[in-house]
């Protein structure tokens, strides 16, 4: 095997491995220990005792996978024993972490004894709510998840078997599909006898390939009726009745061939003599049985699929096992079946054929990725997989009746699912939830953008806002059957150039700006031929939209400008403002002036703060706003300072309902503790929720660093004090960016 550069170093760096156990609870108190340990900690026991199922209400176990191995068959190493693999099994770890929130402990067990391992397992049962056999070898393999799930009330899953069967089946599906087969017609041979290799036999038929139409090698060659040499009973259970006799022999005429054997093991000669449309699936690991190259030199109508990264068509596990034990264990599966795994293929074969999302587009190098040969199965990063097939393998254990917790509202668990993707993920959640209840006009004046085709869509889809695009039609339409899009009616194109409100629009800006020096002409000229921004805020202005979004291909101010000089501020307001949403994993924090205001005086301080507050409402956060300096309650007497205190004045008598304290630090803005210990006078009782800074500079500077450094996720920017709501993107915003903003963009429509 390869070595990789950095390997050794990424593993002994800093805390050593890959892994490690964070408490869930505080523990900074003697009360904290009291209810961690001794004496609190008896409570939840006795209650266990009581009732064994308050163990999923008391303790981690229904979020809990042991990661089981024995080392007998690690990666492409072979049996390297236990501790060898640990290395591996954290790495397993790590992904049922990374893409499904599923807490891991890796248990390596020094033994090849089928039988201790099996006893090890019982042993473990109540401790984890879900077992993941890793790397154990075939045949052993077989027998102790049979046994295991004879024998256990808890899902059982073998990852190298099963994971590799489902995604290869998914994309097996999707293949065929593609070269207009039936499963049922092909012919298929299957190189390989281990535990993948039976397992994906196993599904093939399950989905609907003939028995008689699958034949299986080993080393030895064909698995055929009466043959004896290197035999075993799981095997036994492939022997057909063939006079077939080598590999070479099998793949003459062949529809597809798996493998998962070895390097080489498919030669060109093999790939010339099969069926028309070969479908080829090379999963050896590290290197495949036959690279995309080697095949695709021997005939052009090719459709292969490998192991690896760097070649289309991936066939990964971390597309299932990451998904499958999530919806297994939010239904407390007491296996999982047949009907499970099968659930698992439909619903990856499915999401292969819808648009992939621009995110996982730019994480492989801003390749664009459409249903073809060339994309067959979705990609490891793909982030719609949890949502897809964790449902998916809920309501299949619901229908099969393995689930001992039934989901009541599937709508409402696809939403916790994707709360665990992120806190933003959650918090946007709501805002399309509230968007889709009255959704609204949405001009964009870059309509002819991909992104904003793209999110358009979306839009419409998801019955969030009805878009209205800005641009040449003929420009748009191109584009749009260009990136195979259909918006079946939803869409609305305006062509400035042919509106047959153009004058009007004309008129009305002469009228707004003809003591600015715009004259008629150049008013006409403006909407009709320079500025489709100018054009979107007349259309709100004239209520033929309802709100704007703008930005994705200009600066900021490109977008500030047109708006305040068509729609402007509100009544009373000395200036708009911006803010920006930042959610950590413990909570959620509003941020302004981040975007507008350079030099703030007192007045537009407490104008941001009352925004920032009505905004906040928007989102459903009750409002507590700090006021911050860099002094406390008065501890600093520089003119800076003073402003700040003089704003918090402003916002007390002009909004005395509002939480609202300051001047203060940003320590003491959002420490408890603080607060309570040294200013126990503070209005502010506990940690803000809205920050509100003493000028442009140290917002946006916290703003990004609490970004790019302090992991939080940031929603916005968000406009606040326009006449009618406007809304701006950022330069490379990508489609959920774009989605996001017009949520926020309907919403703020709803309540203006």
Avoid: W
């Avoid at 068509?313 to 079946?337: H, S």
């Avoid at 806002?465 to 748009?476: E, M, Y």
């Amino acid at each position: 095997m390869a070595k990789i550069t950095g390997a050794l170093e990424y593993h002994s760096s800093g805390r050593k491995g890959k892994i490690e156990v964070i408490s869930s609870k505080p523990c900074l108190t003697s009360r904290d220990l009291s209810l961690a340990y001794s004496p609190g900690v008896a409570e939840p026991c006795l209650e266990i005792e009581k009732n064994p199922e308050d163990a999923y209400k008391y303790t981690a176990k229904g979020n809990l996978v042991a990661v089981v191995s024995n080392g007998t068959a690690v990666l492409g190493l072979g049996n390297i024993g236990a501790l060898a693999g640990k290395p591996v099994m954290e790495g397993k770890g790590v992904l049922f972490k990374r893409f499904a929130d599923i807490d891991v402990f890796d248990i390596e067990l020094n033994s090849e004894d089928p039988d201790e391992i099996i006893r090890a397992c019982q042993l473990l049962e109540p401790t984890f709510g879900g077992i993941n056999l890793e790397d154990i070898k075939a045949p052993e393999c077989f027998y102790i998840e049979e046994e295991l799930k004879k024998t256990m009330n808890i899902p059982v899953f073998h990852d190298d078997q099963h994971g590799t069967a489902i995604i290869s089946s998914a994309a097996l599906i999707n293949a065929l599909e593609l070269i207009n087969k039936k499963i049922e017609q092909i012919r298929i041979v299957v190189n390989g006898a281990g535990a993948s290799a039976i397992a994906c036999a196993n599904l093939a038929i399950s989905l609907g390939v003939k028995r008689e139409n699958l034949i299986m090698c080993d080393t030895k060659g064909v698995i055929y009726q009466g043959r004896s040499e290197g035999m075993n009973k799981y095997k036994e259970r492939f022997a057909v009745d063939t006079p077939l006799r080598t590999l070479e022999e099998a793949a003459n005429g062949a529809d597809v061939i798996f493998g998962l054997s070895s390097k080489g093991a498919f030669t060109p000669d093999m790939v010339r003599k099969m069926a028309a449309n070969p479908i080829i699936f090379a999963m050896a690991n590290p290197d495949p049985e036959i690279t995309p190259e080697e095949a695709h030199a021997v005939r052009g109508d090719v459709l292969i699929a490998t192991g690896r990264s760097d070649y289309p068509n991936q066939v990964n596990n971390v597309l299932g096992f990451p998904f499958i034990f999530r919806g297994a264990l939010d239904v407390r599966a007491t296996t999982i079946n047949e009907e499970m795994k099968k659930a698992a293929v439909f619903a990856l074969a499915e999401l292969a054929r819808e648009e992939c999302p621009e995110s996982v587009c730019r994480a492989y190098g801003n390749v664009k990725f459409s249903f073809g040969r060339d994309y067959i199965i979705p990609k490891p990063f793909d982030p719609r997989a949890l949502l897809r097939v964790a449902p998916a393998i809920a309501k299949a254990a619901m229908d099969s009746g393995v689930a001992r917790q039934p989901i009541a509202d599937m709508a409402k668990y696809v939403e916790h699912l994707e709360s665990l993707q992120g806190k933003a993920k959650e918090t946007m959640r709501l805002i399309i939830n509230k968007a889709k209840c009255d959704p609204k006009r949405i001009v964009f004046p870059e309509g002819d953008n991909e992104k904003i085709l793209r999110a358009a869509q979306i839009l419409i889809e998801e019955g969030i806002a009805k878009p209205i695009l800005i641009g040449n039609r003929d420009n748009i339409n191109a584009k749009m059957e260009e990136l195979g899009l259909d918006f079946n009616g939803g869409i609305t194109i305006i062509d400035p150039s042919n509106f047959n409100k153009s004058e009007e629009y004309a008129q009305e800006l002469f009228s707004l700006r003809q003591r600015k020096g715009l004259t008629l002409s150049e008013a006409r000229r403006i909407l009709t031929r320079k500025s489709r921004t100018h054009f979107g805020c007349m259309m709100v202005r004239q209520g033929d939209a309802d709100t704007l979004l703008s930005g994705i291909d200009t600066h900021y101010h490109e977008t500030i400008r047109p708006a305040l000089e068509v729609i402007g501020k509100q009544a009373g307001l000395s200036s708009v403002h911006g803010l920006y949403m930042m959610v950590f994993k413990k909570g959620t924090f509003l941020l302004a002036d981040t975007t507008v205001s350079i030099e703030p005086t007192a007045e537009e301080l407490a104008e941001t703060a009352i925004l920032a507050a009505e905004t906040a409402r928007m989102f459903d956060i009750e409002p507590t706003i700090a006021m911050l300096s860099f002094s406390n309650f008065g501890s600093g007497q520089h003119p800076q300072a003073l402003k700040v205190k003089k704003a918090t004045e402003i916002v007390k008598e002009k909004a005395p309902g509002l939480i609202i304290d300051g001047e203060m630090q940003s320590d003491t803005a959002v420490v408890t503790e603080i607060l309570q210990k040294s200013f126990p006078f503070a209005s502010l009782k506990e940690a803000a929720n809205i920050l509100i800074f003493p000028d442009l500079n140290s917002g946006n500077i916290c703003y990004k660093l609490l970004h790019h450094l302090g992991g939080a996720e940031a929603i916005g920017p968000i406009l606040m004090g326009m006449k009618k709501p406007v809304h701006v993107l950022q330069r490379g915003d990508d489609v959920d960016d774009i989605v996001n903003m017009a949520a926020i963009a309907v919403v703020d429509a709803q309540i203006s």
